[in-house]
Structures are given as structure tokens and as C-alpha cells.
């Protein structure tokens, strides 16, 4: 169904490229990034540097 | 060439995740100060340790202001000397060796892992907080009683530090 949109796009007026429009996998693609995010926050700042013995030389 | 703009989005996103784990890594190293294991300790003949000055007696040993090194021994199963004790709030390089096999030199809980090599030394620099005590575990497998190798770690109270040390001195 993508294909027919980008196809019916192309071939129909430069201006309607902007009907292809997957809010849906932005948003997926938006939670998985803050979700990455918040995750290496946690592994890198409290869990490894909040650890005790820091490794310095 | 036309990109969508979505697709501009999460290229940017996805620039910016890369520029934030680089800068991460980078923050550490210059502001917590996070270091490697080094490298840079000459080898050792591992099957005669009791004729080198810092292993033949592992022990740990004021060196500067609030420094202090610790040489252990790892051996089949066990760390020497045990426990180890060092002083609160201080600077402790840990030059780690082993005398018969590979082994393990992890501070549960903690950073301070290194793996320990037989002729080679594993020295790593932390840097200790309060009082505590941390268990000493072998995280190579090693032999039959590589489950039961452990030791310790033990942060002290400066007063304790120094009154074990005397202590040891005079006996």
C-alpha cells in the first residue's frame, strides 16, 4: 500500500510527496528512541559512573 | 534526490544518539577521570614470585599523600594477602599477578575487574569512598575450586588503617 501512495505521488503532482505520511511508524520510531535514550542515561550515568571504585588509571 | 521529511527526522535522531554516546564515553573520561586496565607493566617470571620485591610479601603500602598500592597474588583458589585493607577516601593502584593460572580480579559490585594473567601484572588505579566491605571474586574459571575463590576488600577508617599497620609492624 506504500508503494502504490509513493507511486501515485510521483506520477501524480510534485507537490503531493508529503501524502506518504507514516505518522504511525514516527511515533514507534519516537518511543523506541526516548526508550533508548532513557536507557543509556540509566546503564551509563547511575548504574557504571554511580558505581563505587571507579576505575581511574 | 528528494528525502522525506520523516526520514530526515530519524537521521538526525539517530546522529544525535551517536554524537550522545561518544560524548558520553568522552564526558567520562575526562570528568570522572574512567580509565582502562593498563597495560603497560613489564611481564614477570610468574613461577618465581617470592623473589620479587612487590609480590614475594602481597601487601598493601602507603606510597604519597592519601596513596597507597596493594599487590596481590591470585593463586589457585584464593587472593593474598586477605583481606585486603585499605584506607576510606583514598587512592589505591592494585598491581594484581597470578602464580599458577589465569584468574579473576573483580571487586563485586564495583568497577575495579580485571582479568590476571600469570607473568604479567594487571594495574588498576580507584579511588575508594567510605567505609565498606566488598567481596573479592574470580571471574576466570580457574579449576575445581574456582567457585569457592574469593576474598576481600576492605575500606577502613584512616585510624584503623594505620593502627593495623603499626600492629603488623611491631609484630
Known sequence: MGQNQAAHASSDDVSGEEEFDPIGTLTLIAIYFVILLLAWVYIYYIEFLGRDLVVVG | ?171
Not at chain 2, 30 to 53: R, Y
Not at chain 2, 78 to 97: A, K, L, M, W
Not at chain 2, 150 to 156: H, L, P, T
Open chain 2, 1 to 171: 534526490m528528494h528525502i522525506h521529511a520523516y526520514e530526515k527526522l530519524w537521521l538526525a535522531a539517530s546522529i544525535l544518539l551517536i554524537l550522545l554516546l561518544i560524548g558520553s564515553v568522552t564526558y567520562g573520561a575526562v570528568g570522572p577521570g574512567v580509565a582502562m586496565v593498563s597495560d603497560s607493566e613489564p611481564p614477570i617470571d610468574a613461577q618465581a614470585l617470592d623473589e620479587d620485591d612487590r609480590f614475594s610479601e602481597p601487601r598493601v603500602e602507603q606510597v604519597g599523600d592519601n596513596e597507597y598500592v596493594a599487590y596481590v597474588v591470585a593463586y589457585q583458589f584464593g587472593f593474598e594477602p586477605s583481606p585486603i585493607v585499605v584506607p576510606e577516601n583514598s587512592t589505591v593502584t592494585f598491581y594484581v599477578t597470578s602464580r599458577d593460572v589465569i584468574h579473576g580480579f573483580e571487586v563485586a559490585g564495583t568497577n575495579a575487574n580485571t582479568m590476571v594473567v600469570p607473568g604479567e601484572v594487571s594495574k588498576i588505579t580507584v579511588k575508594t569512598d567510605d567505609r565498606q566491605e566488598y567481596g573479592l571474586i574470580c571471574n576466570e574459571y580457574c579449576g575445581a575450586g574456582h567457585h569457592v575463590m574469593e576474598g576481600k576488600v576492605n575500606v577502613v577508617s584512616q585510624a584503623e588503617f594505620d593502627e593495623r599497620n603499626s600492629g603488623g609492624d611491631d609484630a
